[in-house]
């Protein structure tokens, strides 16, 4: 079986990458939005070698652009996942210079219907291998990810196997590792006493978030109980907790060549993987994004910092910088932080070419939106190399 022909649409070459910074970003609280009605897109689906995948693109291709492209996690879709986020108001400053595919999981989609008993779902490792397919059916050549949870993982082993195509990435919630013997048995124990809605969603959510029963957490709840394709969410899901090792390595072979930014809440279930995560890739190419008062899916709770950490991720690929100038004197604000972390880098850099040998003296940047100021962490080991970029907001 092979990916269907693909029909002719312009063909936006990939655009050069340079490096990535990161500034102070600041939000007062948390935003929650109403439910919402679905933002219109042309819905498109593809046949692949594991099955067929639906898919959702919004806008026109731009020319020597990259297209971006959503993965959600599990007991989602592309609308419950993403539409806060792509609602946003300054987020429209970005999307409307892409087009945008949002990825739904087979069988995620609105209306799917139920596999049969006894069906295959695909792995993970199959569902990124869904991907070029998806891209060849819209003659796109180059992306820009956005992935969480599970979709975060599925776009970086995309990323591994296809890194000329991607540009960037950002991963919230990224869990690259396999799960353990000990993971396996608490999980196990855990099917036994919690349901695959609760079991979810102490996957989506911070225990706080669980505790204080939000309104968000209640409305995906009773989405979740009352899902018509539940069976067919509870294979994704078995599909994420039978995932493979990435196998993540600093300085290594296996490792994402491309501008990441690893974006975590400060009290989500998958901090620690996520930081983890951070530690295992290349330094020069990888911002991490801490978000207070975000939970576990900072792009619900928290759009507007998301939005802003994502302008300047774009920005440091090289596109739409015009979008900065246009709110809030943005322009100056993003050249001063850009110049004076750029420096901060440099001066790291050299200081690792110069004579400091092979133990080069990295820095840690940690921008805390609160106070306003610098703080510095725990130097990290002789000779790690890292020169990490981490921002807290």
């Not at 990161?22 to 919402?36: A, N, R, S």
């Not at 599909?239 to 975590?264: A, H, I, Q, W």
């Not at 709770?301 to 991720?313: I, R």
Request: include cysteine; hydrophobic fraction near 35%; charged fraction near 15%.
């Amino acid at each position: 079986m092979s990916c269907s022909d693909p029909p002719a649409l312009p063909s936006p070459p990939g655009a050069a990458m340079t490096e990535l910074h990161e500034v102070q970003i600041t939000e007062e609280k948390p935003l929650l939005l109403p439910p919402l009605q679905p933002i219109p897109g042309k819905k498109h689906s593809v046949e692949t070698p594991y099955g067929l995948v639906a898919f959702t693109v919004h806008g026109t291709p731009k020319p020597k652009r990259p297209a971006i492209l959503t993965y959600h996690d599990v007991g989602l879709n592309h609308q419950s996942c993403f539409e806060t986020l792509f609602r946003f108001e300054d987020m429209q400053e970005i999307v409307k210079n892409f087009v945008v595919v949002h990825v739904d999981a087979p069988g995620m989609e609105e209306g799917a219907p139920l596999f049969p008993l006894g069906y295959q779902y695909p792995s993970l490792d199959q569902l990124a291998d869904m991907i070029p397919c998806i891209l060849q059916y819209l003659n796109f050549t180059s992306i820009i990810g956005i992935g969480v949870g599970a979709g975060a993982y599925i776009l970086a082993r995309y990323s591994l196997s296809h890194p000329d195509t991607v540009e960037g990435l950002v991963l919230i919630n990224i869990d690259p590792n396999a799960k353990g013997w000990m993971d396996w048995a608490a999980h196990k124990l855990s099917g036994l006493t919690s349901s695959i809605p609760e079991m979810i969603l102490a996957h989506l959510f911070s225990q706080e978030e669980l505790s204080s029963c939000t309104e968000l957490v209640q409305q995906y709840r009773e989405a979740l109980v009352g899902a018509p394709n539940l069976s067919n969410i509870q294979l994704y899901w078995s599909s994420y907790n039978t995932r493979r090792d990435l196998n993540f390595e600093r300085g290594g072979d296996v490792t994402l060549k491309c501008p990441v930014m690893l974006v975590v809440g400060d009290q989500a279930p998958h901090e620690d993987a996520v930081v983890e995560c951070n530690s295992k890739l290349d330094p020069t190419q990888t911002s991490f994004l801490k978000m207070a008062d975000s939970g576990g899916q900072p792009q619900l709770t928290q759009p507007g910092k998301l939005t802003e950490a994502f302008k300047y991720f774009v920005q440091g690929m090289g596109y739409i910088p015009y979008v900065l100038d246009r709110k809030l004197s943005m322009g100056s604000v993003a050249s001063s932080c850009m110049t004076r972390l750029s420096r901060s880098r440099t001066a790291s850099l050299s200081s690792a070419a110069s004579g400091e040998g092979s133990q080069s003296r990295s820095r840690t940047l940690s921008q805390n939106s609160e106070s306003g100021s610098p703080q510095q962490p725990p130097r990290p080991a002789p000779g790690s190399g890292a020169h990490t970029m981490e921002v807290s907001c």
